[in-house]
């Protein structure tokens, strides 16, 4: 049935059985195509009949479905003229992993990080009043999604102008991991009172029917429906905020989604309709696993098991975590904290070796920043684990509560770098340029995982804020769970000294440089190489032998070169007087879609072949080395 399903207009000739039927193919082909390419599986097939019903009902893209996140939407992909494309999903080239408006009318709105659904959908409404027009706008966002402030930013407004506007929760319990916190507990016991809709239809029913006589007895009936309204019509926190309510109800059901979501459709003002989805629907090792099934690599359909390369060495997530449990050993003051990705910073090591000192405080970067701060202030020594991209949303807070109060709070920065398949909205590729300029913040990043460990314990002797950066992925395979040693603050590594140039990497692209500097030495040329690891404090000192032996500096990142480590190193061989030319290798002034690392590593000039490529460019005639 898939395949006669071009676009949405033709789900509403099919029979809800018809739906039914869909959505096992949609599931089937979800599952068959996530296992060959990886991808957000589990919430994908938990919003399978939820998508259809939620395009029966409205007429996209006239009315407007903005999905928070947009990792949950495959099926609205293969419903929206994509099923073709599918098998392209989150490879070079292919279909985006979230919703891209280039991709389709249908993608009205473009996310990656989560809760910023409510606000852009209520946007949307207001543009609708303002220009006099008459569709719906509906939000669908996650349980998860509903611990970030933003959203409770978005309900405040919402409710306060009660425009028309459907917020569909989507609540599985679930965020990568159990959802956690005092909202999530609240919408679990409003899960578990089914009844709650139909208790209160019969009360305002029971209500409007209460004869009104005259005199005391009136006063007191209109008491005791006030006292009735409290106690049972205005517990929900949602309808408090000014939205009428609609559920709990199944989101597997699709009859009865469909009829909600047409009842919802009629409210002139803004709804909640709050619906129960599991997440790994319809594939049992999805359903057992949901964490483990969020955002799988490769796996073999019929175990559900993963195909990821087992002899892979540690990821530099684990070896922080790991390294920071080791440390947590001799420091008791040490707390770890997370905003929801404990399995994904791997953080939930630290969790499990110290439950009392570790805090997930769900999709809360800012508030987690400021939370760092507090403990911090009175004795302890937080360190955030946090993704580079997802880091962007506490930018104020490092400013205004860490680095401004000079609190030493360790930011143990993960995928910073290219991600990959998550692509544009994941990239973490800006965090040394919005740090830089923040004042009492040092910023270091390893070119291994033994550094990065080194890193790890002199930063937590560090008198302030302190940013330790580390990528994606493997580290290299390195001994690193050897002794514990802090490396030297602020010094930069020599790994060769050259006349002709001299490559200054920052992080593990160090190799890459190390690669280059082979290639260029087989030409003839005398190339040195150092690995920076500091950006903050610069090794000054390094860089006066660098651009005092060198007829060139070549600065390599894998970060935008704009602002970077490149830029920082120009400034300073400026200001210090020194007029040899600085060359920076870094990333364009673009959004990088998805794709492999390798492949925008030797686009964008920084493989070790194009550093050596474009190095020789440079160093031009009057660099050539005298052998030549
Ligand atoms: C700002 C931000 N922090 C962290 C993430 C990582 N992340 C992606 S999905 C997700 C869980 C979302 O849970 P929920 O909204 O309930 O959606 P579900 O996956 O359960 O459908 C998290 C934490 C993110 N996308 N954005």
Known sequence: ????????????????????????????????????????????????????????????????LVWDIGHQAYAHKLVTGRRDRFPTLRQLGGLSGFLKRAESPHDVWEAGHAATSLSAALGMAVARDLKGERHHVVAIIGDGALTAGMAWEALNQ???????????????????????????????????????????????????????????????????????????????????????????????????????????????????????????RGYPPAERHPDRFHGPGPFEVTSGRMLGDGAAPPSYSQVAAETLVELGRTHPELVAITAAMPDGTKMDLFGRAYPDRFFDVGIAEQHAATFAAGLAASGMRPVFAVYSTFLQRAYDQLIHDVCHQNLPVLFAIDRAGLVGADGATHQGVFDLTFLRPIPNLEIAMGKDESELRGLLAAAIQRPGPVAIRYPRGSGRGLPWNGSLEPLPWGKAEWLRRGEDVTLIGFGPIV?????????????????????????????????????GRSRLLVTVEEHVAAGGFGSAVLEWVSQAGFSTPVQILGLPDEFIDHGPVDYYLALYGLSAEKIAERVEAWLGKECRPASR
């Open 1 to 64: 049935m898939l395949e006669q399903i071009e676009s949405p207009q033709d789900l509403r000739a099919l029979s809800v059985e018809q739906l039914e039927a869909l959505a096992q193919e949609i599931r089937s082909f979800i599952i068959e195509t996530t296992a060959r390419s990886g991808g957000h599986v589990g919430a994908s097939l938990g919003t399978v009949e939820l998508t259809l019903a939620l395009h029966r009902v409205f007429h996209s893209p006239e009315d407007k």
């Open 511 to 547: 190799y890459q440089a190390l690669k280059a500097a082979d290639l260029l030495a087989a030409e003839g040329y005398r190339v040195g190489v150092v690995n920076a690891r500091f950006l903050k404090p610069l090794d000054t000192e390094m860089l006066a032998e660098a651009a």
């Open 158 to 280: 919402a409710g306060h102008l009660r425009t028309r506007l459907i917020v569909v929760v989507n609540d599985n319990s679930m965020s990568i991991a159990p959802n956690v916190g005092a909202f999530s507990r609240y919408l679990t016991d409003l899960r578990s009172a089914p009844a709650y809709s139909r208790l209160k239809q019969e009360v305002e029913q029971l209500l409007e029917n209460v004869p009104v006589v005259g005199g005391r007895l009136r006063r007191t009936v209109e008491r005791l429906k006030d006292l009735i309204h409290y106690a049972v019509l205005s517990g929900n926190v949602f309808e408090e905020l000014g939205f009428r309510y609609f559920g709990p109800l199944d989101g597997h059901d699709l009859a009865d989604l469909i009829a909600v979501l047409n009842n919802a459709r009629a409210v002139e003002e803004p709804v909640v309709v709050h619906v129960i989805t599991q997440k790994g």
